[in-house]
């Protein structure tokens, strides 16, 4: 009688396999979605010509009243200035100024980048 033997149990490895390899990639994506949501909330101006940059090294943020935000701080010109240059020339920015931000407190913000070695600097803007 066939029917009533016994068979020993056996795991099978292979689903096991492919359901640990899906929750690595899951959670690999996860955490790579995480990573550049993190920033400081401003009301940026709108641009039809706006287009994507490159991963910006250092986000400045510029209030309308002056105040430059760097790392979650307050920071003046002056500090900017040396945060950069201990950073390196090759360190690219990305100011995103509120949409009642001077034209003159941006340009003291790229001046300051600039006074420090920075040549790559870009402005945040939503697209239309």
């Known amino acids: ?16 396999i492919d359901i640990m390899f899906f929750l690595l990639v899951f959670f690999i994506m996860i955490t790579l979605h995480m990573i550049p949501s993190s920033g400081i909330p401003s009301s940026l101006s709108k641009s ?4 994507p940059l490159n991963q910006p ?7 309308g009243q002056g105040n430059i935000g ?7 010109p002056s500090e900017l200035t ?5 950073k390196g020339p090759n360190t690219v920015v990305t100011i995103a100024g509120a949409k009642d931000t001077s034209l003159q407190h941006l ?5 300051a980048c600039r006074a420090a070695g920075v040549t790559q600097i870009g402005l945040a803007a939503r697209k239309e």
Do not use: W
Not at 1 to 16: G, S
Not at 57 to 63: F, Q
């Open 1 to 16: 009688m066939k029917y009533f033997e016994t068979k020993k149990a056996r795991i099978e490895i292979i689903p096991m």
């Open 48 to 51: 039809s010509t706006a287009t």
């Open 57 to 63: 090294k250092v986000v400045l943020s510029v209030d």
């Open 70 to 76: 760097f790392d979650g701080r307050t920071v003046g």
């Open 82 to 86: 040396a945060m950069l240059q201990q």
């Open 107 to 111: 340009m003291a913000v790229m001046d």
